[in-house]
């Protein structure tokens, strides 16, 4: 797993929960799991946050699998259409997440690669032109990076207009002295 | 952090402005004047009506306070930009050779100097319509995104800056994403008994490789 220290995003894309299997028999942390019972045995499921997930995992406590996000039927999903995926409804944090665990499914990389590719493409044209009804949907699918990323784009593109319009200066003349 | 967010993306228009301010423009002086010693060297003797070379900044000052006639540069007549128009639209053509802050320049020049232009109105459409197709061809250009290098010669410094962000960001996911399918297909080859891959070690060959490249 490798993250930035202070990256809030990183932070927050640890928060995903991936599915774990037991490795061990864990007594009175029932409550802990899906079941109720006191006790917790090997080969039981759970779904871990990331952070706690991962460092479970090298200490050999749960076996770490691979979110179904990034499962191989949903990596044909995305290569199939990668302009109509609702990214946001499947994670909010989706390549902060697939940069942190991508590693473990050996396609991943791959399939996240060219699916930015193509949605960046379709960001700096929303960029360029402004977005309207037939862009709404695809606007709304972005995930958080890509939405930071648009709303960059957006301003840096207004800049120059703004500027020839003379909007663009940070001194004004103070009300007092209008 | 001290600075607005438009400020950590990069250059605001208003400083590129400021940039734009030291580049030379030939000026034909009204008045006589002597040498002027500014911190970045000397400028003048203004003798009318010699040409003479001074920064934008002072071509705009003395023109505003009407003591000089600014000869407006080469690339900003109105044929010389019809002409650009039109090679600029061919199909496939690169970026026409402009200054780095043509645009700069031209909104200064024309804001003050605009009796000094042959066909300012014409000028400034032409400009309007080649900053278009520019925009356009820097849409196109970004098709061409990978992690490694983008090359778009002859942009100028605003249009550097407008897309700035978008490959700032895109160029740091991908070249982060291809780090990632380098680890994963090492750890694919070595086999997966091994344990999770040192990860200071896989940066430092991404890094090695941009570095080859632009060597």
Redesign the interface.
């Known amino acids: 797993m490798a993250g930035a220290y202070y990256d809030i995003d990183d932070i927050l894309a640890a928060q995903e929960r991936v599915p774990c299997v037991l490795q061990v028999d864990l007594d009175g942390l029932g409550s802990a799991g899906s079941g109720g019972a006191s006790k917790v045995h090997r080969n039981a499921r759970w779904a871990l946050p990331l952070w706690m997930a991962d460092g479970l995992n090298e200490e050999d406590f749960v076996a770490m699998e691979a979110p179904p996000v990034f499962s191989r039927r949903a990596a044909r999903m995305y290569a199939a259409s990668p302009e109509s995926i609702q990214l946001r409804a499947v994670s909010q944090h989706f390549y902060q997440l697939g940069l942190q665990l991508g590693d473990m499914v050996p396609d991943v990389p791959h399939v996240l690669r060219s699916m930015y590719t193509q949605r960046v493409q379709r960001i700096a044209r929303i960029a360029q032109q402004g977005h309207n009804v037939e862009t709404l949907d695809f606007v709304q699918s972005l995930d958080r990076t890509e939405a930071e990323l648009l709303r960059l784009c957006q301003r840096a593109q207004g800049a120059i207009a703004a500027w020839q319009q003379g909007r663009a200066y940070a001194l004004r003349r103070a009300p007092a002295i209008q | 952090m001290a600075t607005s ?2 400020q950590q ?2 250059f ?3 400083e590129l ?1 400021y940039l734009a301010q030291c580049e030379d423009v030939t000026i034909v002086p009204l008045h006589r004047m002597e040498r002027l010693e500014l911190v970045r060297g000397a400028v003048g003797p203004f003798r009318p009506p010699q040409k003479t070379q001074v920064p934008l900044w002072l071509a705009v000052m003395l023109k505003r306070a009407n003591r000089c006639r600014i000869v407006a540069p080469a690339w900003l007549g109105a044929d010389h930009l019809r002409a650009l128009c039109r090679e600029e639209d061919a199909p496939d053509a690169l970026f026409t050779r402009l200054p780095p802050h043509y ?1 700069e320049i031209a ?1 200064a020049l024309l804001a003050v100097a605009e009796d000094d232009l042959a066909d300012a109105q014409a000028v400034r459409r032409l400009l309007q319509d080649l ?1 278009e197709t520019r ?1 356009t061809k820097t ?1 196109e250009g ?2 061409l ?1 990978n992690s490694l290098q983008l090359q778009m010669d002859n942009l100028s410094a ?1 249009e550097i ?6 490959f700032g ?2 160029f740091d ?2 070249r ?3 780090a ?2 380098a ?3 090492d ?2 080859h070595r086999g997966s008994q091994l344990g ?2 040192d ?1 200071s070690q896989y940066a430092d060959d991404a890094d090695d490789d941009d570095f080859a490249y632009a060597r």
């Open positions: 967010e438009a993306e990069g605001t228009m208003p402005e645009l909104h900053r925009q849409r970004l098709k995104l605003a800056n407008e897309i700035r962000p978008l960001r895109s996911m991908l982060r994403l291809d990632l399918a680890t994963a297909a750890r694919a999770p891959a990860d």
